[in-house]
């Protein structure tokens, strides 16, 4: 005899199961449907294309684009964004030059820049462990693991109390009232592939730290009355007292941007991305206050300068909007509805569109 009380469970369960599955599939046909206008506007073969910035190509834009094709699973583009960046832009120590110029030659002689951005190195190895995790495809693990190795040379700098990412290998260390200082981009720590590296490493440790020294900076770095981080800070790390635990000071001194801006947007973002994060709700709360007092501001500026709280005369992108709705909608509660984003066109630039699906993923990575 069937158990009227079990059945009735069981197709409740059925229901809800159901109801994620259409939940969580209309969610991936909306990136989907994003994603095949930023292919559109935006990949050119296998490069992505700054059309806000005289149609350069950054090594941040390929590990974007090698992203999104991992979540659309679109695996011709990502060999072919790949294939592009380990061609032309991966010099001999498995670090990337970062910016490329179209020229004549559309070959890496128009690299002119050969330094690298960390963030770059960051994205792409991330993107290809979840390719590799998506498609299987063991030389993609093995790729990611160089740059992986090639990060942990380079540009993880272990102090006392921290390990801190350099931005890139050169130009960015410097001596501050007779001590070592660093010129740090905490929008560089895109903390949940920070913590899916530290897994294909052979020092997690090292990432482990990284983490939480990211962390530890950003609570330090509420600057102004709106208690924002800067885009760039200066960072002299405590190497005198191994009884302090505190990791060192931080500044505006003298640095590339003392703004709340474009790179710094992207912290909060990668902040809620993280589980790990989220699930420290003292820490959360904390450190995500002042984007929240922010973003209350209407209309919202797009930069304020931390120094002397100037704001701009613009108000945010339409790329800013969509990382206030992503955090809203991973963190707040009462913010469950489904979130509207605008719509990838060909009246957005390639940042404010890059920012738009990656706040899009990073809710699509943890509705799953």
């Given at each position: 005899?069937?158990?009227i009380?079990?059945?009735?469970?069981?197709?409740?369960?059925?229901?809800?199961?159901?109801?994620?599955?259409?939940?969580?599939?209309?969610?991936?046909?909306?990136?989907?449907?994003?994603?095949?206008?930023?292919?559109?506007?935006?990949?050119?073969?296998?490069?992505v294309?700054?059309?806000?910035?005289?149609?350069?190509s950054?090594?941040?834009?390929?590990?974007?684009?090698?992203?999104?094709?991992?979540?659309?699973?679109?695996?011709?583009?990502?060999?072919?964004?790949?294939h592009?960046?380990?061609?032309?832009?991966?010099?001999?120590?498995?670090?990337?030059?970062?910016?490329?110029?179209?020229?004549?030659?559309?070959?890496?002689?128009?690299?002119?820049?050969?330094?690298?951005?960390?963030?770059?190195?960051?994205?792409?190895?991330?993107?290809?462990?979840?390719?590799?995790?998506?498609?299987?495809?063991?030389?993609?693990?093995e790729?990611?693991?160089?740059?992986?190795g090639?990060?942990?040379?380079?540009?993880?700098?272990?102090?006392?109390?921290?390990?801190?990412?350099?931005?890139?290998?050169?130009?960015?260390?410097?001596?501050?009232?007779?001590?070592?200082?660093?010129?740090?981009?905490?929008?560089?720590?895109?903390?949940?592939?920070?913590?899916?590296?530290?897994?294909?490493?052979?020092?997690?440790?090292?990432?482990?730290?990284?983490?939480?020294?990211?962390?530890a900076?950003?609570?330090?770095?509420?600057f102004?009355?709106?208690?924002?981080?800067?885009?760039?800070?200066?960072?002299?790390?405590?190497?005198?007292?191994?009884?302090?635990?505190?990791?060192?000071?931080?500044?505006?001194?003298?640095?590339?941007?003392?703004?709340?801006?474009?790179?710094?947007?992207?912290?909060?973002?990668?902040?809620?991305?993280s589980?790990?994060?989220?699930?420290?709700?003292?820490?959360?709360?904390?450190l995500?206050?002042?984007?929240?007092?922010?973003?209350?501001?209407?209309?919202?500026?797009?930069?304020?300068?931390?120094?002397?709280?100037?704001?701009?005369?613009?108000?945010?992108?339409e790329g800013?909007?969509?990382?206030?709705?992503?955090?809203?909608s991973l963190m707040?509660?009462?913010?469950?509805?489904?979130?509207?984003?605008?719509?990838?066109?060909?009246?957005?630039?390639?940042?404010?569109?890059?920012?738009?699906?990656?706040?899009?993923?990073?809710?699509?990575?943890?509705?799953?």
């Open positions: 005899m069937v158990n009380h079990s059945l009735i469970r069981a197709i409740f369960l059925l229901g809800i199961t159901l109801l994620l599955m259409s939940c969580s599939t209309e969610e991936d046909s909306e990136f989907k449907s994003q994603y095949i206008a930023y292919k559109a506007l935006f990949i050119d073969g296998g490069r294309v700054d059309t806000g910035n005289d149609e350069v950054h090594s941040e834009g390929q590990g974007y684009g090698m992203l999104f094709a991992v979540a659309a699973n679109d695996k011709d583009t990502f060999d072919a964004l790949w592009w960046t380990k061609s032309t832009l991966m010099r001999d120590d498995s670090l990337f030059s970062w910016r490329y110029r179209p020229c004549v030659d559309n070959s890496a002689s128009c690299i002119d820049d050969p330094n690298n951005a960390s963030d770059g190195e960051i994205l792409i190895a991330w993107a290809l462990l979840r390719a590799h995790e998506q498609w299987g495809v063991s030389t993609y693990l790729d990611a693991k160089a740059i992986v090639a990060v942990e040379q380079k540009l993880l700098i272990t102090n006392t109390n921290s390990v801190v990412l350099l931005p890139g290998e050169y130009g960015f260390t410097s001596e501050q009232a007779g001590k070592d200082s660093l010129q740090l981009n905490l929008s560089y720590w895109i903390f949940p592939a920070i913590t899916d590296l530290a897994g294909i490493s052979a020092t997690p440790e090292r990432w482990e730290s990284l983490y939480k020294s990211g962390l900076l950003l609570s330090k770095m509420q102004s009355s709106y208690k924002l981080p800067s885009d760039w800070v200066r960072f002299t790390p405590n190497n005198t007292d191994s009884d302090n635990k505190d990791i060192g000071t931080v500044s505006l001194d003298n640095v590339i941007s003392p703004e709340f801006g474009f790179n710094a947007i992207r912290i909060p973002l990668q902040l809620s991305w589980p790990q994060f989220r699930k420290n709700t003292q820490l959360a709360e904390e995500l206050a002042p984007y929240y007092a922010w973003w209350a501001v209407t209309p919202t500026p797009a930069t304020v300068n931390l120094l002397n709280e100037k704001t701009a005369e613009y108000e945010m992108s800013m909007k969509s990382v206030q709705i992503a955090v809203n707040r509660s009462e913010a469950q509805e489904k979130p509207e984003w605008p719509s990838i066109d060909r009246n957005m630039d390639y940042y404010s569109a890059s920012l738009t699906l990656l706040s899009m993923l990073a809710v699509l990575d943890n509705a799953s």
